[in-house]
């Protein structure tokens, strides 16, 4: 009789053996469906030598499968990924494994599904609930429960709108084909430095061999149109390129400058996607019809059929690191998977992290240069501004010469930028009267005043409240106090400032979907607006060569805290959002408002000399024996109990192996002691690079137990602590 080693979608039990009934046909790879207690669950068949179960059953024990999706087995390559991705990060297989599957919203059959949008038709006396339901869905379409999802109303609330003819259902198809990308649309001209750099890539992809690459240039300096000839070599061999773009607010201008040059859009791959647009995209990657696919983090493990290039873009980026589920790093697990697939990958950056470097250093990678801006574009220039000398008015946040070189930028018709790195009005509000402070009650954390939308909220935990108009402890009113800027305030006082200018705020509050993106960029372009003020969220991916101006508000900001990557981080930050200005040919300026202008980041930025501030940062984490050169993981142990955590932290500290190369510190709260609710400590462990760091780990944890309500998850390689 023949049996399978199934790794099951949705279950914590790892994988399970079943009897393959005679007339089914199943090799490693195929995705099944199979019985588990009263429930039937999606899994994936695998070698056994390579996914041990805990419960060997006899044959006479087996359940029987109960049927195999009619869709391409998962390939050899995807499934050691997603062993080595479980093994590395110390994650249960099939919580990698849904990743693969996308939730398993790929498997469900048929052609054709059923999707809802509003008629245009609005009857009378509709209730306030359904009249604003209906708003807020517009013009989109989706399952019943995706609208309910956009209006913030239960299923029920729409379907009432459907028996009142408000919104109706439509079929669509989900197996239309993609249109092919066309690699001789209209490629570019590409200077003597692009193209040598290009021929590189392209070479790599014919030869379809595993090799990293660093595509390390200047932002502005064409990275993009370079690795597009990679991606045009690729299609012409009829193989798959996957773009992994670092937040879904980039996609947008990426898509654009994709369909300019290859006549059609890539398959776009985020968290906004309609179930059908997810199904549609993922049976398309498994066949091998979606040529290019560009997407979030989450886009890595899709199962490409013949993938042949693999770009990570914006590859410093902290956004490719995963902080929950999985925890994950997207730059690092493209590496193993174009190792897996035998394929070129290309990480792009203007600031590449000190890990990358490092590999270059060694040999590992190899690197591609672009040191100038492409065309007429000279790089831009940057000077402090000191705030002792220059100190802006009281409750004001931008010096009187930032103001004048706004003044005049916007007076040349050019476009400005300024941007701090803090979502809302103020990240503090104190009562004057009794020093009462809003804090979360899940978190530990400031609630922020967000007045654009009325309210006050955790960034961590996203609790709201309404703002509210006495203090809650003393009861004064009027006593309520904003303390520090974020973009809201700044906008405020831009807007004092220049009444007459027209100015936009850039954080995930405003721009939270690839279509308000879109209307953003189309502002910009139309000259729409003057002064943009943003968050992190404006720093890269953008090009508009009308904006000349960019004020660093708070140069210093990105300092504080002074975690291991704080300066690295900061520098990456602020070279990332100077490199906005000046894109054409007009040439750009940038003012970094600091305390402390001497301090080694902004000396670096402002000499222009990365390569001493590289030098010395990497020297500091040799020394210390920091990532690269050495490894950390942190265990967190969180429970809604505090003694819990406290009292199982404590146990696990006091087990700690005896490892030659392993240090381990703590347990002591966690940087965010309490997140969601949850009391959070934390034990760091620091090893020698060379050490299997996550087998000790796991021997070590395997030894012991814990309350039901504890959690205990390990952060190999964590970005920030
Ligand atoms: P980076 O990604 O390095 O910041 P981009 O690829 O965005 O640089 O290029 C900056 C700008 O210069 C873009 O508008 C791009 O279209 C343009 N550009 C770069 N190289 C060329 C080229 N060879 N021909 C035409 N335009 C180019
Ligand atoms: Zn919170």
Redesign the pocket.
Known sequence: MSRARVLLLNSALGPLDYRVPREMQVEPGSIVLAPLGPRQIAGVVWEPERMPSDAEVGDNRLRNLLGVYDLPPLAAPLRRLIEWTANYYLAPPAAVLRMALASASALDGGRTVIEYRATGHVPERLTAQRQQALERIGERQGLVRELAAIADVSDGVIRGLVKVGAIEAVEVAVDDPYPLPDPAFAP????AE?RSVANTIVTAVEAQAFQPYLLD?V???????VYFEGIAAAVAAGRQSLVLLPEIALTEPFLK?FEARFGHLPVAWHSDLRQSQRRRAWRAIASGEAKVVCGARSALFLPYRDLGLIVVDEAHETSFKQEDGVMYHARDVAVMRASFEQVPIVLAS?TPAIETRQMVEIGKYRELK?PGR??VAQMPTIETIDLTQDPPAKQRWLAPSLVAAIEETVGKGEQALLFLNRRGYAPLTLCRHCGHRFRCPNCTAWMVEHRLLARLACHHCGHVMPPPAACPECHEEDSLVACGPGVERIADEVSALFPEAKVAIVTSDTIWSPAKAAEFVNRMEAGDIDIVIGTQLITKGY?FPNLTLVGVVDADLGLQGGDLRAAERSFQQIAQVA?RAG?GAKPGRVFLQTREPGAPVIQALVTGDAESFYAAETESRREAGAPPFGRYAAIIVSSEKLDEAVETANRIGLSAPETEGMMVFGPAPAPLAMLRGRHRQRLLVHARRTLDVQDVIRQWLSALEWPRGVRVAVDVDPYSF
């Open positions: 570019p001209e590409l200077s692009q240039g932002t502005g300096s064409g990275k993009t149109e400058r203007a672009l492409y065309g090009h490199g894109r």
